[in-house]
């Protein structure tokens, strides 16, 4: 299922991305929120770190199908996925609920 | 960015006297009332499920194992999980907020919509919302 190893440049540019949208955006961290936004179509992007439990995961992934909302699986564990964030605490899974100045919406659900 | 919890969709209850059973949304309050300040939904769903006919049954038999027993309740989103699935049936008119009032309305609304799931299930169609989910 993992396609070639993610090259570093675009994992760096995900983070640069993030970061941007962090700075400009409106997004939500956590498992109860991102259900929520998915709920109120108020999310437009999830992302959700590689160690993200299996069942959850689905879970999540379930309800974006349904709200039609993409999801980004980072590569990288929640530890990684919270520092990108520009947090000291983990982040498993977070929604983008407008991307500011980023283009990260517009760039992340074509690889998926 | 779509809103799919909407009327006619077909839920699982996952909390309360309730869990495990499968529902239909009759009417959502996305933004709450007063009284709930919380997105819930009124749901009518299955209390019992029909149970499995066999060919050899007699015309007696199908007809007992054929009933279908329903409730009618006010959830919160957060206790339900939104499926795939739909269910077409016209329960806007007999269930309703007013109908949770009083035990009596609560009774007669059940009864109403016992009577379209168990012409719905003899139909034949949406198999996948009368059989029981195992877990």
Redesign the interface.
């Known amino acids: 299922m993992v396609t070639a190893k993610k090259t570093k440049k675009t994992h760096e540019s995900i983070n640069n991305r993030l970061a941007l949208v962090m700075k400009s955006g409106k997004y939500t961290l956590g498992y109860k929120t991102v ?1 929520r936004t998915l ?3 108020k ?2 992007l999830i992302i959700i770190s590689n160690n993200c439990p299996p069942l959850r995961k689905s ?1 999540i992934e379930y ?1 974006a ?5 993409g999801v980004h699986h980072y590569t990288g564990n929640n530890v990684e996925l919270g520092t990108a964030c520009g947090k000291f605490h983990r982040v498993s899974c977070l929604s983008i609920i407008d991307a500011g100045d980023s283009d990260i919406i517009k760039s992340l659900p074509g690889d998926h | ?5 909407k009327p006619n969709k077909a839920v699982i209850v996952l909390q309360g006297r309730y869990a495990g059973r499968k529902a239909v949304i009759v009417k959502s309050f ?1 933004d709450g009332t007063r009284d709930r300040a919380y ?1 819930h939904c009124l749901v009518a769903g299955i209390k019992k499920y029909p149970a499995k006919v066999v060919r050899k049954d007699s015309a007696k038999k199908t007809a007992k194992k054929s009933r279908v027993k329903c409730f009618v309740k006010l959830v919160n ?2 206790h339900l ?2 499926t ?1 699935y739909t269910l077409d049936v016209d329960l806007k008119d007999t269930v309703t907020l007013d109908a949770l009032q009083t035990r009596d309305k609560k009774i007669a609304a059940a009864k109403e919509t016992k009577a379209k799931f168990e012409e719905r299930f003899k139909s034949g169609k949406n198999r996948w919302f009368f059989t029981k989910l195992r877990f």
Request: hydrophobic content about 40%; charged content about 30%.
């Open positions: 259900l709920r109120n179509s999310g437009k879970e309800y199908m349904l709200a039609k909302v | 960015m779509v809103k799919f919890l996305d997105g989103y957060r999980m939104p795939r």
